[in-house]
Nanobody
């Protein structure tokens, strides 16, 4: 049974930092490119960041570039998202996801497995 479990969300103030984690089980983690997506209330899900399977190449949306950092630990089957300089517009439920593809990381439809999400609220 594949499970992706996110943790680390919470309520913070503008300018604060949070570190999200996603623990994977029931799959071969090294075969997954991992992505983070978010969905704010009343909005569509959007791509945040991704990291490739093998060479660790990273991808970011323009809205988080320079503030967020994605990393993976294949030995621990985890992926993290370090979020700095948080803004109220970062408020959303954050989801991690796994794809076996090596392209189209920004598309939610590329991902087969999803976590249940962890909420992040940034107050102004």
């Amino acid at each position: 049974q594949v499970q992706l479990v996110e943790s680390g969300g919470g309520l913070v103030q503008t300018g604060d930092s949070l570190r999200l984690s996603c623990a994977a089980s029931g799959l071969t983690f090294s075969n997954c490119a991992m992505g983070w997506f978010r969905q704010a209330p009343g909005k569509e899900r959007e791509f945040v960041s991704a990291i490739s399977r093998s060479d660790g190449k990273t991808y970011y949306s323009d809205s988080v570039k320079g503030r967020f950092t994605i990393a993976r630990d294949n030995a621990k089957n985890t992926v993290s998202l370090q979020m700095n300089s948080l803004k109220p517009e970062d408020t959303a439920v954050y989801y991690c996801a796994c794809t076996a593809r090596s392209w189209a990381y920004t598309l939610g439809s590329s991902y087969l497995y999803w976590g249940q999400g962890t909420p992040v609220t940034v107050s102004s």
